[in-house]
């Protein structure tokens, strides 16, 4: 038996966060996973997709200027997969590298294998790893997520179905794909099989594409990407995944669909199966595992984060999780806040939302009102994207005057994203937005101008 002071299992954003962090607390730490460190984030997900939308952005770029007669002799250009591919796959080996390189400063112990939560040992957590068994006092569980699948079989159909994690390996652009599901993974697929001259249609059965977004911000996302000449169609869903033809009802109405593949990204749903959880006496269900705002299960020495826990499934809210478990474990209380985690979507133009929005302050009974302005007030975002149309929205608490919630369409967004969290968390007022200095011209100035409004 090896004995840890923290077992953690799992080796995603969550999983290796909180390893890394731990070490560096001088715990003796075992990190257990079974396939490729990085987890889903990093070998199926935002970082191969941020590889993606990276081609993508400059395919658009490229095309909004050539619209705008300002190179001299490009004619047709298209994207070459493979080497897309390759790129990714260099980076991904190079993250995952310097990942591994982190777990080994921090004098953490990798186990390669299926990790088991066996029964408590003289108090003691025990958890197996193929033949091996490992005991500690504190155990993080941080598995992840999967994603939801339809249960079609694929033998009679003349399209291929796929999901996400295959979205990286595709080494031909389909020429046609449907896309069932707006959320964060279809649009931004969306995005890249558009730039790559790939027809796309994206069925979403809600009212509206990117949920939790502001409603507006949502409404002008979605003609923007239609301009871009993605079809994109609301109150609609698959009916019948038949043998030539998708049956899909659209808005009301049969309509068939032929398509050379199809893209499932209807959200994702936590592991909480294969490695024992059943049998322990944690408490969870098939929407997560169930933790309190110090990440901690209701055993008192075991924690959980990441996707497992169903909470706002991003990288960065696995991170946060890991920092507040692992102070928790230290002995030093912390507490999460989800209200500042930013939600961001890599498109071109970038979407993000942070803090409160609109329905969130009629919900809380907050006083509050809403600034405004399209993106063109920030002098370098209209030079770089004269036509978008694209704006931001600020949420300010009426009586304390603070800013409170952010929403903005427009490139460069997501790299606002952490300026607004600072703002947001620190309690600024917009009479002390107004003092800060920005750099001119940004696109940040934006914030500025929405402040100074009167
Ligand atoms: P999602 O929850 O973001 O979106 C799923 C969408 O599918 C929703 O709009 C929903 O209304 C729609 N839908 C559900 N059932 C449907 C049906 N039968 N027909 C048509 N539409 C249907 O889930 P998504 O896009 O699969 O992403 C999964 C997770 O991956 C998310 O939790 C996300 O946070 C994470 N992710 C985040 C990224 C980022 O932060 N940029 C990038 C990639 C993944």
Known sequence: MKEYDLIIIGGGPGGYKAAELAGHCGLKVALVEKGKLGGVCLNYGCIPLKGYLHVARLVNEVNELRNDNIFSDIDAFGINQTGVLERNQYVINNLQQGIKYKLQKAGVAIFVGNAKIAPEQGGQITVTVDNMCLSAKNLIIATGSK????????????????????LFSLTRIPTRMVIVGAGVIGLEAADYFNAAGCEVTVLESAPEIAGGMDPDIAALFRKILQRKGIRIHVNSTVKN??????????????????????????GRTPVVEGYGLEKSDINYNQDGIFIDESCRTNKLNVFACGDVTGKFMLAHTAYEQARIAIDNIMGKEAYINYHLIPKVYYTSPEVITIGLSEKECVAGDIPYITRELPLTYSGKYFAEHKKDGAKAKMVIDSLSKTVIGFSMIGDGASEIALAVELMIANKLSIEDIGKLVFPHPTVGEIIHELAAMG
């Open 241 to 266: 995944f038949g043998g030539k033809e998708l049956l899909v009802d659209m808005d009301g109405e049969d309509v068939h669909i032929t398509t050379e593949a199809v893209l499932i990204a209807v």
């Open 147 to 166: 994603e939801i699948r339809f249960p079609v079989s694929e033998e009679k159909l003349s399209y291929r179905i796929i999901y996400s994690d295959e």
